[in-house]
């Protein structure tokens, strides 16, 4: 821990001679990524914390990390002995980072930031509450950069082109509904810098953050013209071609500022304030008239067509097959064999890596035995891992990049006895995640108007999970993707979106319990259109995944009736999806695993 | 109808002379009442549309009437032959006011109101949209006066002072933390202009609006001073010396005007602009700042203190008595002696009338049989009623004024033989109210995440109720009281608040089948905190309705078994209560009508 304690200290000084009293390091690349790349990863330098979501706040009176709900058992285990201040996100009586700021920041002061890595909206928020006290905004260094002398290379990965066949619109297509958006809200240009976004629009992916198939890029959009900012190495020639056929004029990602400085500007720009960096805001802003839109990609993004939701369908099913064949094996060796976290986690990434037209994982897996799977967002790794014995349960969160799906699936599974408090606590979870599953909802209801219906039976015990319950899925992109979620509540600047068919979904209840065990079950479900009548367009969900639901651990006691039924249904028809992949002794185990009860 | 054709007609021919393009007619008095003495009925007067909720909008190309999904049926019975255009509110593809007057309002006309019955918020997002058409607004004139010859007077009723050990909170406690409200938000004034919030702040009532114990009045708070204004003709000198002892200064209810042109302004003027009529607003905003917020005391308000909840638990009770005494008449009698819809609504509030410290209905009693249950706010009258025969559902929706309680409830009964469509959706009416009532959740909450738990048995039938499934209520005050409701979907200006202890809330969902019947079953719930843990604060919902639901209508069938637990429960709490005031025949049919299922 001294290494932290050392860096702290180095920043402490690094920002009393850049004259700056308190320093922001959030989790952010240039383009505000839920997930960075190595080289991006300054607030995981400075603090010890590999969460994937934290803001760090340096003050020589103060340091404290700003995280939520999924990491706090983690960051509390990572930022011990560093000094630094947890805040835990969304608790009662925690401070956001502006009220922190609000409070602290003293007249005059300096605030400091690297400017590519604070999103617009931020930004535009500290300026707002703190316009009182003349605060100075430095925002053009990445003061950290100094201090770290082995930082990783940008990332450069080579540009591929998706398959015409995988994609269900051509990137002309495309470029024509986000112009009529662009002309509807008459604006004359797009600056888009969500990486996912760009990629969606020009059917292409790339490799440059993992399990994240992106290319650090950027996009300017005007009414004839398209200009893309790629790095120069990432261009193979198949791309090249690609873009010239699609008439998108290529330049290098390093010359974006200086595209922005001078070229002709015949109207409002449309940028989404959420998304874009505030060093660029500010570029354009001197220039020319902004317009805060989200990214009109964004939901073109997550409706999915018909080409994508087929194609969803298929891997989602070849996925499900390969999870509950690796659960088999786990349940069947456990005890028998040695076997740790890390080493399943590495059987279940190699098995997954055999599918058709697999590509990469989706994120890195998450491999949970007993305590550890408490921490949400747990990683085990080479060095640091927990032995897997024929007890307790298993926790498993994963998912595959394939050319045609990005998946995403978790279960719990008994490896031998469990308590009774976790066969209450997986049976509650089963029955919530069934029955938002079952839910019917009319068309205009959001992730909030749906939100309760998985987390009932829990709450009926007093027990809630701090989280969301769901989050879009990319195609072959991001494995979180918006603008739909299901939540119970908002932060300031997330998006309560209507829930679309064709959109895809999950649904992950779950228990954690501290020092002693955590339980999620996550189904990815597709928005379907059912009934329209005179009260209205009903909509419903359809599951995409199809992997028992670990009976071990079911106790009929603490369901009602009818999720005892909602289980014996989902399981007929996981027996159903799955049995063509079956045989031999695991065939009897998939019978065994998805017999009525 | 004729007569709605002429006043339209006549009312094209003012507007034409006043140089008036549209008119717009809404349904308020000075106050942004949600119930009005006959006095404001313009828009009743104008259109003949009876309900309590609509909006009249009149050029010479077209006359258009908003309503909500309460008044559809309603509306479209009672404007038939009137050629007015029914737009029924938040359907889809129905433009609201503001895009109809958007879409039709030429550059350069003028749209008229009177400036008195429109709220400041609606005023100014007029103002907004039609900023670049150079719209004159004229809101100096009631114009339909000159048409209304019996026109009834303005109303005026003695101001009566609540006994203070019903109140729970003197004045003077309650005008400290109303000033302390504005010093926080930093607020010299505040103008208060809802009459169910003057009452409360004073503690007193009057009786100017039918069924609403308020006075006409405004209210003007300073740091030092108080001032309110009423009707002369409604002080009595008890009253007089009620606002003398709590240093509250009287002034003439029409000196409003005057005083706030005349009156030393020394800041900011706190107000609700989704209250105060346009006519104020723009007469305040011309001395000095406005500051939009909501009025302090309106969360005062809905959290009910610990008297009045004491108050409430007892009248709720009585009255739960009342109506079930009277629901177990009707279902002995029906057939056996005549009957009508009105005549039983007249029994139903003679007897309440009887209950100790009864004032007055809380809203008029909606007795309504057969397909005329289908209309939400369907009303009988002494012309206009159905007779009562021993078969098919009935539906009372009914209330009572008592000093110590506002009470409202719903029950739907069976009076002979009924369909099993009746059956399935009043099965799955009972078991949404149910279910609400025994739902769990996390401060935080408000009415949107939670609805769908009410709704969900209706939506898997695809089936919806158009209207919100609860509503706040008052203390001895209006029935329908905010800022929290029960709703899946807000509309603009709608406040989403959350849910407190203390509070008081409506749970009634729904069926509504056009022409055939209408099944409504509505408990009023109390908001109670539950268990307090790592997780948060849990919050519950205690009963306050002890009424039982029909078991003649029920079919479990229909029910998930964990619903008919509830309703066993229910039914089990319904008889532990309502026993001590029950004996004989009626004990044998509470015991009957509570039974076991």
Redesign the interface.
């Known amino acids: 821990m001294s290494i932290i304690v050392q860096r702290i200290h180095d920043m402490k000084e690094i920002m009393k001679n850049a004259g700056i009293d308190f320093y922001l390091v959030p989790t952010a690349d240039f383009h505000n990524s839920e997930y960075v790349n190595e080289y991006f990863k300054v607030r995981q330098f400075l603090s010890g914390f590999t969460g994937s979501n934290g803001t760090l706040v340096i003050s020589q009176q103060e340091v404290g990390l700003w995280t939520d709900g999924r990491y706090f058992v983690q960051a509390e285990k990572e930022l011990s002995g560093s000094g630094i201040v947890l805040y835990r996100m969304a608790e ?1 009586g925690v401070p956001t980072i502006e009220e922190y700021l609000e409070q602290h920041v003293e007249s005059g002061q300096t605030i400091g930031f690297d400017g590519r890595v604070v999103d617009a909206a931020f930004g535009r928020k500290l300026e707002e509450m703190l316009a009182d006290k003349n605060v100075i905004f430095k925002y053009d260094k990445d003061l950290a950069d100094a201090l770290w002398e082995d930082r990783p290379d940008m990332p450069v990965s080579d540009i591929w082109v998706v398959p015409e066949e995988k994609c269900g619109k051509t990137v002309f297509q495309k470029l024509e509904e986000v112009r009529a958006v662009m002309k509807k809200e008459r604006a004359a240009h797009l600056l888009l810098t969500k990486l996912d976004d760009i990629m969606w629009l020009y059917n292409i992916r790339a490799n440059d953050i993992d399990c994240n198939p992106v290319a650090l890029s950027y996009t300017f959009i005007s009414e004839k013209e398209a200009v893309i900012f790629v790095q120069n190495k990432a261009l193979t020639e198949a791309t090249k071609c690609h873009f010239e056929k699609h008439g998108v004029l290529v330049k290098d990602y390093a010359e974006v500022v200086t595209f922005l400085e001078q070229c002709e500007l015949n109207g409002k720009v449309m940028c989404a304030c959420n998304d874009i960096n505030y060093l660029l805001y500010k570029l354009v802003g001197k220039r020319g008239e902004l317009l805060n839109h989200e990214n009109p990609t964004s939901l073109m993004k997550a409706i999915k067509n018909e080409v994508e939701l087929e194609n969803i369908r298929k891997y989602y099913l070849l996925d499900s097959v390969v999870l509950t064949k690796f659960l088999f094996w786990m349940k069947k060796n456990v005890g028998k064999q040695s076997m740790d976290e890390y080493s399943v986690a590495m059987k279940l990434d190699q098995m997954r890596s055999e599918v058709e037209d697999f590509l990469d994982l989706s994120f890195p897996t998450i491999s949970a035995y007993k305590e550890n799977a408490a921490m949400m967002h747990y990683s085990a790794t080479k060095e640091d891992k927990k032995e897997i014995e024929a007890e307790g349960l298993y926790l498993v969160d994963s998912g595959g990049q394939y050319i045609g799906a990005t998946t995403d699936v978790t279960r719990t599974i008994a490896l031998g006895d469990v308590t009774e408090d976790m066969k209450k606590h997986f049976s509650k979870v089963a029955s919530g995640m069934l029955r938002l599953a079952d ?4 068309y ?2 959001t992730g ?6 998985a987390r ?1 039976p829990l ?2 015990c ?3 999970y ?1 989280c969301g319950t769901g989050h879009g899925i990319g195609y072959i992109l991001n494995v979180h993707e918006g603008p739909q979620n299901i939540r ?2 908002y932060n300031s600047g997330m998006k309560e979106a209507l829930l679309e068919e064709g959109m895809i979904v999950s649904d992950e209840p779950g228990v954690y319990i501290e020092g002693s065990h955590g339980i999620r079950t996550e189904n990815i479900l597709e928005i379907v259109k ?2 329209k ?1 005179g ?2 367009q ?1 909509m419903g969900f359809r599951h995409l995944t199809f992997v028992p639901i670990d009976l071990d651990v079911i106790d009929v006691k603490y369901m ?3 999720d005892v039924c909602k289980l014996n249904a989902y399981h007929e028809l996981v027996y159903h999806k799955l049995e063509p992949y079956f045989e031999g002794e695991e065939l009897e185990m998939l019978k065994e695993a998805t017999r009525v009860v």
Do not use: H, M, P
């Not at 839910?439 to 009319?442: E, G, P, R, T, V």
């Not at 909030?448 to 219906?453: C, E, G, Q, T, Y």
């Open positions: 009662e839910a019917k909802f009319l205009g209801c909030k108007n749906v939100d309760i219906i009932q709450w009926e007093y027990i809630d701090k119970w509540r059912e009934e009548n009260d209205g009903f009602e009736t009818s």
